[in-house]
C-alpha cells in the first residue's frame, strides 16, 4: 500500500500533466509558422524559396512611387498582426525585382497575390479596403465559402 508521501507526489505530478495540458489548450493554433504578425519584404532571389515553405500567403506587388501601395501598407500591416500565426505577409518592390513581376505578369500596382501550399491562387488587383482582405483570408483559411471564388 502506499504512503501518504508517495499520494502526494502522484497527486503533485498528475496536476502538472492537468496544467500543462491546460496552457497548451490556450494557446492558439499556429497554423502558419512563418506568420510572424509583421509585413515582411521579399527579393527576386528569396522569393520562390519563401513562398515554398507557406502554408498559406498574401504577397503585394508595390511601387515606392505608388500612392494607393503606400494607403495599403497600414491595411496590409493591420492584417499581418491580426492574422499572426495563420497568413504569411509580404511585399515586394516591382522596380527592383523584375523575374517575379515578370512572372506574375504585374501589370499595375497594388496587386496582392495569394498563395496556398506554395502556389498561386489568384490574383487581387488595385487599393481595396480591409474587409475585403479579411474575407478573402477566411475563404483561405477554410471559415467561409469556397476560396476559388475570388479569383
Known sequence: MLNDDEL????????????????????????EPM???????????IF??????TKNA???????????CKTLAPIF?????????????????????RRATSQFEVQSVPMVIV?????????????RPYADYDMILEQLLGKGPDESSYV
Open 8 to 31: 502526494e507526489e502522484i497527486r503533485k505530478r498528475k496536476m502538472q500533466i492537468l496544467m500543462e495540458r491546460a496552457q497548451q489548450a490556450q494557446q492558439p493554433q499556429v497554423l
Open 35 to 45: 506568420a510572424n504578425g509583421r509585413v515582411n519584404f521579399l527579393t527576386d532571389a
Open 48 to 53: 520562390w524559396q519563401t513562398i515554398q515553405q
Open 58 to 68: 498574401f504577397v503585394e506587388f508595390f511601387g515606392e512611387w505608388c500612392s494607393p
Open 77 to 97: 500591416a493591420a492584417l499581418a498582426q491580426d492574422n499572426k500565426g495563420k497568413v504569411y505577409f509580404a511585399k515586394i518592390d516591382i522596380d527592383r525585382n
Open 115 to 127: 498563395f496556398k501550399d506554395g502556389k498561386p491562387l489568384g490574383k487581387l488587383p488595385g487599393l
